[in-house]
């Protein structure tokens, strides 16, 4: 990524990273009765890329919005924690690490996590309305948040992944299936990112469809060089366990494809992203940043 990019990047993280850290919803403390916001604390301030947030603040810019949202980008960092800490837990994937720290079942245990999971799940909804009872979203806005965020994690969207996660467990599926799971587990949620920022930039609904398909066709490429990833990288680049796929005995698109053919799909995915955006004044960055992590190593 240029590096006039790359500063932009990094300041929309550093502006996420404040808004967690210093945000009056969650705060670390020693008190036992607040062990389940110190649980979630500790899970998001283990640094994760923060490409969710980013995505919703850029297509904010990009489609003519001025203010500070970063607030509102923030929800879907909490939505996407929320969902490490159940991946993570014995009933699911299982993972003793994230983010190269202990999972949150591990540090807290597994009641601890469980419940730190469901506050995080649910305190988007509670900074959205929140927005639009001080009046700095309409209440028109708060929904449409409400309702995009909601569908994206729910019953037939990210939990939908999830639940077609746990059932290829043992089982041979084909790329039908993974493309199907991976839009969903990981998809939704960046789709929501991205329509996160063009409906509160008051963008059309023409833009907002622009924003949903770069974002699930990002999500495609993200999960299969995750996928690679999980055969190629180290526990240290990662942060987390390798080959848990192959512990699992799932199929994935490195497995049945081979890492080659996946890189090359993740290619497809990646171009297909950008072809939808590339036209549009001012979206150097978010094309960059799709190629950016079409080569990552973390």
């Given at each position: 990524?240029?590096?006039?990019?790359?500063?932009?990047?990094?300041?929309?993280?550093?502006?996420?990273?404040?808004?967690?850290?210093?945000?009056?919803?969650?705060?670390?403390?020693?008190?036992?009765?607040?062990?389940?916001?110190?649980?979630?604390?500790y899970a998001?301030?283990?640094?994760?890329?923060?490409?969710?947030?980013?995505?919703?603040?850029?297509?904010?810019?990009?489609?003519?919005?001025?203010?500070?949202?970063?607030?509102?980008?923030?929800?879907?960092?909490?939505?996407?924690?929320?969902?490490?800490?159940?991946d993570?837990?014995?009933?699911?994937?299982?993972d003793?690490?994230?983010?190269?720290?202990?999972?949150?079942?591990?540090?807290?245990?597994?009641?601890?996590?469980?419940?730190?999971?469901?506050?995080?799940?649910?305190?988007?909804?509670?900074?959205?309305?929140?927005?639009?009872?001080?009046?700095?979203?309409?209440?028109?806005?708060?929904?449409?948040?409400?309702?995009?965020?909601?569908?994206?994690?729910?019953?037939?969207?990210?939990?939908?992944?999830?639940?077609?996660?746990?059932?290829?467990?043992?089982?041979?599926?084909?790329?039908?299936?993974?493309?199907?799971?991976?839009?969903?587990?990981?998809?939704?949620?960046?789709?929501?990112?991205?329509?996160?920022?063009?409906?509160?930039?008051?963008?059309?609904d023409?833009?907002?469809?622009?924003?949903?398909?770069?974002?699930?066709?990002?999500?495609?490429?993200?999960?299969?060089?995750?996928?690679?990833?999980?055969?190629?990288?180290?526990?240290?680049?990662?942060?987390?366990?390798?080959?848990?796929?192959?512990?699992?005995?799932?199929?994935?698109?490195?497995?049945?494809?081979?890492?080659?053919?996946?890189?090359?799909?993740?290619?497809?995915?990646?171009?297909?992203?950008?072809?939808?955006?590339?036209?549009?004044?001012?979206?150097?960055?978010?094309?960059?940043?799709?190629?950016?992590?079409?080569?990552r190593?973390?």
């Amino acid at each position: 990524m240029k590096p006039e990019f790359q500063a932009i990047f990094q300041q929309d993280v550093e502006a996420v990273d404040k808004y967690l850290y210093n945000n009056g919803y969650i705060s670390k403390s020693d008190d036992e009765e607040q062990k389940v916001t110190d649980a979630e604390f500790y899970a998001l301030t283990a640094r994760g890329k923060r490409i969710r947030p980013v995505l919703c603040i850029e297509f904010y810019k990009l489609f003519g919005g001025k203010d500070d949202i970063t607030e509102l980008a923030s929800c879907l960092e909490l939505m996407h924690t929320f969902s490490l800490i159940h991946d993570d837990m014995p009933e699911m994937d299982n993972d003793d690490m994230r983010r190269g720290k202990p999972s949150v079942h591990c540090a807290y245990g597994v009641d601890t996590a469980l419940l730190a999971g469901d506050g995080l799940a649910i305190l988007p909804f509670e900074i959205i309305s929140d927005s639009a009872l001080k009046s700095s979203i309409s209440s028109e806005t708060a929904v449409r948040l409400i309702n995009c965020l909601s569908k994206a994690a729910g019953n037939q969207g990210m939990i939908l992944g999830q639940r077609l996660d746990l059932i290829s467990e043992n089982k041979k599926v084909d790329l039908d299936f993974l493309k199907k799971m991976s839009s969903l587990k990981t998809g939704c949620i960046l789709s929501a990112s991205a329509q996160f920022g063009a409906i509160l930039a008051g963008a059309d609904d023409e833009c907002v469809r622009k924003a949903a398909e770069y974002a699930e066709n990002f999500g495609l490429a993200f999960q299969i060089i995750d996928d690679i990833l999980d055969i190629t990288g180290t526990e240290k680049e990662l942060g987390k366990p390798i080959g848990s796929d192959e512990k699992r005995s799932k199929d994935t698109y490195a497995t049945i494809m081979g890492i080659d053919s996946a890189y090359s799909e993740a290619k497809r995915y990646t171009e297909a992203a950008v072809a939808e955006i590339s036209s549009i004044r001012g979206s150097e960055l978010l094309c960059e940043l799709a190629y950016e992590l079409l080569d990552r190593r973390h």
